[in-house]
């Protein structure tokens, strides 16, 4: 039997987030009962608060899913109260939510929620809201997710002794508004929740203000490592919370933040090798043009074109020391960049096998997708593209398997780029069945993307149907820009500046579309009919195209005004 004394101290116990204590009571509780069934006294609703318990003892989630099927089966529960079966469809919930059944957990919390309002259960409305906004969020319904977490709000703060609660449903709310593209009211609502958490041993929520705090760091551009470690290390604070999906969730995300490096220095890497194989043949360039610019002179006499001439002449030179300058560079990071490549390949990869782990222990297919396109993007960026590929489709097939839209659609996006590094000649898929194949799944990765309002996930649906509308044969130039300003405008409005690197390959892919190789010697070679304003123009395309879209980079080869730039380059659509 539970006495109704246990359940009570239990429920003021999460709400305080005094969780020592509440562990406590309850492993005592499980010891002193290690055998119940429907019979006993208040058993349906300590099952549901071992549900709402395993959020920060994930072990106890086996405990639920063995009592439900074991006490309460189907057939057994005709005969329940209603306050029991109530419970009972939380607890299932719970769980279902836990193990990536992120739509039948919808449907059980759903009944749950009716019966906690028939019922007047304030504790009882405030969690199953409390996990409605978390089932909805999994599935990028933000505006749905908010309206019940406000809803748990609202009953939590009717109710004494509930502040620490109201933390802990404030999170979820800062998560929603910035994934709403409303990043200062969530940093607000993050800051209020760490400042009342503060004094608890509530680890769990702890470690999901410093997780949240590396993402929010990683969308800024910014490096997230020391946020994850802090994360990680709240999560680890107690033994069992070793197998907890935040856990998981925050390894996996900082291998993350590790690819995401390497494939940044993989990238200088590749540039500086680039940058000493091309020097020679540039240098001959410049001295080519140089000779055609005499004779241009003696063509364009009046004072207003030697003017622009010898400010065009300026220019290039600018450009000519500007390449100097880089293989300078280029000599100081080849001698280091190859070492750091392969500790932060080992780091990812050790984090990613401790979160794939984590993730089989819970049977957590969610997280398992979410690992395997970590796996995927590992692969991709250290040139492994078979492996990418498996790792991608994998994580697509588990995303379909629990009608998941973020994991098939990010799965579809990724797919995408692994298929364009792996076949694409000079900036296009040339195979027509490997075009309409990438085609086919970047028109996939947006119709995941609609289905949800994850901002980050329809920019990167934009930016992917971008390129495949750069490969025959759906090629259109027109339609590509218009999806690359559709990403931009996302961007924006979501704050999502580490999608950025990822419009600029796709401006700069777009700039050479239907060019010329050498649209600058053309020009200079084939001058009848053409003005100077259009030399100009070319010479701002050749260095955006030359430093990777830097336009820092740019207005410093150029010797001209960052603003003057940035006019210039949007009137040629190569900036938003």
């Not at 620490?164 to 449903?169: D, K, L, M, T, Y």
């Not at 490096?223 to 994850?228: S, V, W």
């Amino acid at each position: 039997m539970i006495n109704d004394s246990v359940l009570l101290e239990l429920n003021r116990a999460l709400a305080r987030r005094t969780i020592d204590k509440g562990l406590a009571l309850l492993r005592s509780q499980l010891n002193a009962e290690p055998t119940l069934d429907q019979s006993q006294r208040n058993v349906a609703p300590f099952v549901g608060q071992l549900a709402r318990w395993a959020d920060i003892d994930f072990a106890l989630l086996d405990v639920v899913d063995n009592l439900l099927s074991t006490s309460f089966p189907s057939a057994s529960r005709a005969t329940l109260t209603y306050q029991d079966a109530i419970n009972l469809r939380l607890a299932e919930g719970v769980l279902e939510m836990h193990r990536g059944g992120t739509m039948r957990a919808i449907a059980h919390l759903g009944f749950a929620l009716s019966g906690a309002v028939d019922v007047g259960d304030s504790d009882l409305a405030i969690s199953v809201n409390y996990y409605l906004g978390r089932c909805n969020r999994m599935l990028g319904r933000y505006d749905v997710a908010l309206e019940h977490t406000r809803a748990a709000k609202e009953f939590a703060n009717q109710l004494p002794e509930h502040e620490n609660q109201v933390a802990v449903i404030e999170i979820l709310e800062a998560w929603l508004y910035f994934q709403q593209g409303k990043p200062g009211r969530a940093l607000e609502l993050l800051d209020s929740a760490e400042l009342r958490l503060e004094g608890t041993d509530d680890f769990i929520s702890k470690g999901n203000i410093f997780s949240f705090r590396a993402r929010i760091a990683r969308h800024r551009g910014r490096d997230a490592t020391k946020h994850f470690d802090n994360a990680i290390a709240q999560y680890e604070k107690r033994k069992h919370q070793a197998t907890s999906p935040n856990l998981g969730r925050a390894l996996a995300n900082r291998a993350l933040v590790n690819v995401a490096r390497l494939s940044s220095v993989e990238k200088r890497l590749t540039a500086a090798k680039r940058e000493e194989e091309t020097l020679h043949k540039r240098q001959g360039t410049y001295e080519h043009v140089d000779k055609h610019l005499i004779q241009i002179r003696a063509k364009f006499t009046d004072s207003k074109s030697r003017t622009l001439i010898d400010e065009i002449d300026r220019m290039l030179w600018q450009l000519h020391d500007a390449d100097v300058c880089a293989e300078s560079r280029a000599n100081q990071f080849l001698g280091t960049a190859s070492a750091e490549i392969e500790e932060l390949r080992k780091n990812a990869l050790i984090d990613l096998d401790r979160a794939k782990k984590v993730y089989e222990h819970l049977r957590h297919n969610r997280g398992l997708g979410m690992c395997h396109l970590r796996y995927a993007y590992l692969y991709l960026e250290t040139c492994r593209l078979d492996l990418a590929e498996q790792e991608a489709e994998h994580a697509h097939a588990l995303g379909q398997g629990i009608g998941d839209p973020l994991l098939c659609g990010r799965a579809r996006v990724l797919q995408c780029q692994i298929l364009d590094r792996k076949v694409a000649v000079n900036g296009e898929i040339r195979n027509d069945r490997q075009a309409r194949t990438l085609f086919n799944y970047a028109k996939e990765a947006l119709e995941w993307a609609r289905n949800t309002q994850n901002l980050g996930l329809r920019a990167s649906a934009y930016i992917t149907m971008g390129f495949a509308y750069l490969n025959p044969p759906f090629h259109d130039p027109e339609i590509t820009n218009k999806f690359s300003k559709r990403a931009a405008e996302t961007i924006k409005m979501g704050h999502l500046f580490h999608l950025g690197e990822n419009l600029q390959a796709l401006r700069i892919r777009l700039a050479k579309a239907g060019r010329a190789d050498s649209p600058l010697e053309e020009w200079l070679l084939n001058p009848q009919g053409k003005s100077l304003e259009e030399l100009v123009d070319i010479i701002y395309r050749v260095s955006f195209e030359h430093e990777g879209g830097r336009t820092t980079r740019v207005a410093k080869s150029l010797d001209v005004r960052h603003d003057t730039l940035l006019r210039r380059l949007r009137r040629l659509a190569l900036h938003a």
